[in-house]
């Protein structure tokens, strides 16, 4: 575990009227430490870990009043503060989050440590908490502070990659090449059951039991190392619907008339390629999409393959709707038909 870093010391020390009374923190050794630089990955010839905050699952001990010491661990299912007399653990008690966090932990510890030890007056242990759990949550070890959860995920963590796409892909690449793969409305909504799900399919017998503020502890840093990438397969789900159809127009004749939209759906009038609604709707029905045409719309005009908005053609005793797309987005190579005039009309734009 690392020291405690000389800023954080000279705070304590500049408390004069609080030194009068008690001495300054005393680090002992730590219960627990890591080394944060060291990945399990960190070996010659292989992909090596990208550089991550100092983290930490464990604090103390650390005076609190004559020779009573408190040290902080992370612990399977929460947080264990254990309160020792001259190196003698006396009381241990486990809270869900940090104690700092917890709205009574004050309270219940002053009442544990005067139980144990009736001469001490709960009233001025409880401040000397307060004092105390204020002082290690701003410190540099204080905020190196993970969870068990956490630490192993981190220490795990070789790479992140978002595949950039219409709906991103977030890849965590762990130590050993196995993937974790989130949608990104699981990282937006930082419930940590799909973190447990996914991590318990890459360790079968390590459940993790991570929490909301675990996840969301690894979210900050997935994000700060993560690189986008092109995604491995489509950028879109709307590819599924718009290369079929492709196809499927570049197999039929086009006419350059009007009536070509009630022969075979489609009529190019040199700059725009209008494509019958019934030949897209089809499409989109094939894929269920059906009723989500406006979606497709968008897409395809964000990929610049829509350019004109859907208008009304007004064909003889014949109404055909279609959408207006550029030339080539049907392959140069089609037949291109002729069919006898049916009383062209300019289309009226609805």
């Known amino acids: ?69 408190i040290t902080i661990e992370a612990g399977h299912q929460g947080w264990i503060t254990t309160f020792s007399k001259a190196g003698t653990a006396i009381i241990s008690h486990e809270t869900k989050a940090e104690p700092w966090l917890e709205k009574k932990a004050t309270k219940e510890f002053s009442d544990l440590l005067h139980s144990a030890i009736p001469e001490l007056n709960k009233g001025l242990v409880r401040e000397r908490l307060k004092e105390c759990f204020t002082e290690i949550q701003d410190s540099p070890d204080g905020q190196a502070l993970v969870s068990e959860a956490v630490s ?69 840093y997935w994000l700060s190392i993560a690189e986008e990438v092109a995604p491995a397969g489509a950028v879109s789900p709307w590819e599924a619907i718009a290369e079929p159809l492709q196809d499927k127009i570049s197999q039929l004749s086009v006419s350059h008339e009007t009536a070509g939209l009630i022969r075979n759906g489609l009529y190019d009038d040199g700059e725009v390629l209008w494509i019958s609604n019934v030949l897209i709707q089809a499409e989109l029905k094939k ?22 908005p859907s208008k009304v053609f007004r064909i003889g005793n014949f109404i055909r709707r279609a959408w207006g797309f550029r030339s080539d987005f049907r392959s140069s190579e089609a037949p291109i038909s002729s069919f006898a005039s049916l009383e062209d009309d300019e289309g009226d734009r609805i």
């Open 1 to 69: 575990m690392p020291e405690v870093h000389n800023r954080w010391l000279s705070l304590w020390r500049d408390r004069a009227s609080f030194l009068v009374s008690y001495p300054p923190i005393q680090w002992g050794d730590p219960v627990s430490s890591s080394d944060p630089g060291t990945s399990p990955n960190d070996t010659p010839g292989m992909m090596s870990q990208p550089e991550r905050p100092p983290i930490q699952t464990a604090i103390g001990p650390v005076n609190l009043i004559w020779d009573i010491s």
């Open 152 to 220: 192993r995920i981190l220490k795990e963590t070789i790479s992140v990659s978002i595949e950039r796409s219409d709906f991103p892909s977030y890849i965590i690449t762990l130590a050993g090449g196995r993937n974790l793969s989130f949608k990104a409305q699981e990282i937006a909504g930082q419930s940590p059951s799909p973190l447990n799900v996914y991590w318990l399919s890459v360790h079968p017998k390590e459940p993790l039991n991570a929490n909301k503020r675990d996840f969301q502890k690894v979210i900050e």
């Open 287 to 308: 894929q269920g999409k059906d009723s989500d045409a406006a979606s497709f719309s968008r897409y395809l005009k964000q990929a610049g393959y829509l350019i004109h």
